[in-house]
């Protein structure tokens, strides 16, 4: 099975979903293992465990299409300080968006770094939905597609897994609109505020 670094690159790491999906993934991988959220100050001390691992797994949301500036720059320090042996990289990754192909692009900036730095690249589980689906009847999905990661990471096999909610892509914007208004109300905002391009009123 060999020791796994389970590495957070969520901006809002410590409350994100990206947390959520790391301890689901933490309790069906057993043991050596350990978590650690990406940080501006804990690179240096990252770049060192990796020395020491066979496996590492990023977890990390979509961000404009890509990887959030707090993996990209994690990226950038692993790139000038790499691990003598390089350990196999695995991605698990969420989007907002319903359809699972849209952390494609992010996944490729991922296997990228590893063809040109030399890292083997394992297995990826791209969660469409990944805002809301463990708030409703389908997070069994996202725990079964969780279970196949953390199996196929255990074993050192390449595996590209997807998951959303078995939702038209209607009937997820009707939730999904209904869901951001009820968010709004509960922190005073109304839909025309929210639809709003202005960050704060004008004077």
Request: proline content about 8%.
């Amino acid at each position: 099975m060999g020791n796994l670094l389970i590495l957070n690159g969520s901006p809002r790491a410590p409350r994100s979903n990206s947390r959520r999906y790391a301890q689901i993934f933490s309790s069906c991988y057993g043991e050596n293992m350990e978590y650690f959220d990406i940080t501006k100050r804990n690179h240096p001390e990252l770049c060192a465990k990796l020395a020491g691992t066979s496996h590492v797994l990023f977890v990390f949301p979509l961000y404009a299409d890509g990887l959030p500036v707090t993996l990209l720059n994690f990226l950038k320090s692993l790139e000038a300080a790499p691990p003598q042996n390089k350990p196999t990289v695995s991605v698990l990754i969420n989007c907002g968006f319903l359809e699972p192909h849209q952390n494609d692009v992010a996944v490729d900036m991922v296997r990228l770094f590893c063809l040109e730095n030399g890292y083997p690249f394992g297995a990826c589980l791209k969660i469409g939905g990944g805002e809301a689906i463990l708030g409703t009847p389908f997070a069994f999905l996202v725990r079964r597609s969780i279970r196949a990661l953390a199996r196929a990471v255990a074993a050192g096999r390449s595996a590209e897994l997807a998951v959303t909610m078995p939702l038209s892509p209607r009937a997820f914007v009707r939730a999904s609109t209904r869901y951001w208004r009820q968010m709004g109300a509960a922190n005073g905002c109304t839909p025309e505020q929210m639809a709003s391009m202005d960050i704060e009123p004008q004077p």
